[in-house]
């Protein structure tokens, strides 16, 4: 069994940082090869890719619409991935949730592909 638990949400100011973390417990990500990504949810609206890691950190994938300004990373040691969002805008206003799939494989961009997931955090960006 695999638990994912999301943190570091919280209200800042446009322009500001925040850093999301994603903790494994149960199978971890030290125990079991596993990509990772984090989507995001606004209010009415689906949810969305923002950004994926693979199992080893060797590759990652953005939206075009955080590109340049979050960056995935990831501690197998500590069982960890990272969500370092910076310059936030209004727009990245959300609930943020990581999830997680086992496999060596490519990383993947839609919820589907991915069997395991957190409880969500809330980023909210005011203007």
């Known amino acids: 069994q695999v638990q994912l638990v999301g943190s570091g949400g919280g209200l800042v100011q446009a322009g500001a940082s925040l850093r999301l973390s994603c903790a494994a417990s149960?199978?971890?990500?030290?125990?079991?090869?596993?990509?990772v990504a984090w989507f995001r949810q606004a209010p009415g609206k689906e949810r969305d890719f923002v950004a994926a890691?693979?199992?080893?950190?060797?590759?990652?994938a953005y939206a075009d619409s955080v590109k340049g300004r979050f960056t995935i990373s990831r501690d197998n040691a500590k069982n960890t991935v990272n969500l370092q969002m910076d310059e936030l805008k209004p727009e990245d206003t959300a609930v943020y949730y990581c999830?997680?799939?086992?496999?060596?494989?490519?990383?993947?961009?839609?919820?589907?592909?991915?069997?395991?997931w957190g409880q969500g955090t809330q980023v909210t960006v005011s203007s």
């Open positions: 149960g199978r971890t990500f030290s125990m079991s090869p596993m990509a």
């Open positions: 890691i693979s199992w080893n950190g060797a590759t990652t």
């Open positions: 999830a997680a799939k086992e496999t060596y494989g490519n990383i993947r961009l839609s919820t589907y592909n991915y069997e395991h």
